[in-house]
């Protein structure tokens, strides 16, 4: 029997929600390691609304369940409504909305805020030694709430991770350790159950971002 795998989407639209290659690349493969999974997202408005072509916010209002449907083509639930027994493991994909709508990381940084429910779900989660996946920005959630734990979000000093080093040395600041890894690669710290990637972190090509997504993954799998 399959892994049973929730995915906590934080709306669509790498600017102002989850990232979109990156949402389905964690659900490719899934699907290949023939996970059950169900989607997630907070009831919440977005921090704010982002033109994706102008690259600048509009006076428009959102609501991040809602711009997540249209990831999960519909099938997707409010995340006050996730239990942790049901799952075996946990993942988020990046994008601006893990770091303007699970938290406050993009406005605030290392002195953020967790959205409640979140937090709770990670706790949960970690309370009960499942296995949590991370990708892209999305790593400093766990760097946030489990001090002392251990992420990547890419490769520090290299121009090819252009907001690797500073968010890295905030998440040394929190008391966690950064581990420098390319963007096909993932890293797993066994004693937090917390398996990350750096993903769009990193100006790659699509597929090698696509291939580092899946070795997390398969690792989330494995250990779940």
Not at 70 to 81: N, P, V
Not at 84 to 90: F, G, H, K, N, P
Not at 138 to 159: I, M, Q, Y
Request: with cysteine; aromatic share 4%.
């Amino acid at each position: 029997m399959g892994k049973r795998v929730a995915v906590v989407l934080a709306g669509c639209g790498v600017f102002d929600g989850t990232e979109i290659h990156e949402a389905s690349a964690v659900l490719v493969h899934l699907s290949r390691g023939d996970a059950s999974v169900k989607m997630f997202a907070p009831n919440v408005d977005q921090m704010h609304v982002v033109d994706h072509m102008k690259g600048g916010p509009t006076e428009e209002k959102r609501n991040v369940l809602v711009e997540s449907a249209r990831l999960a083509r519909g099938d997707i639930q409010d995340l006050s409504k996730l239990l942790v027994e049901d799952y075996d493991a946990i993942i988020f994909p990046g994008g601006f909305g893990a770091a303007k709508n699970l938290c406050t990381w993009a406005t605030e940084g290392k002195d953020c805020s967790v959205n409640a429910e979140v937090k709770g779900i990670l706790q949960a989660f970690h309370g009960e030694g499942k296995t949590i996946g991370l990708c892209c920005i999305s790593p400093v959630l766990a760097a946030k709430v489990f001090p002392g734990c251990e992420v990547t979000v890419g490769r520090e000093n290299d121009d090819k991770y252009p907001n690797t080093t500073d968010t890295a040395a905030a998440i040394v600041q929190l008391g966690c350790t950064h581990v420098s890894k390319s963007v096909a690669e993932s890293h797993v710290d066994e004693k937090n159950k917390v398996v990350t990637t750096c993903a769009f972190m990193c100006d790659a090509p699509l597929h090698e971002i696509f291939d580092g997504i899946g070795t997390m993954v398969q690792a989330v799998l494995k250990l779940a």
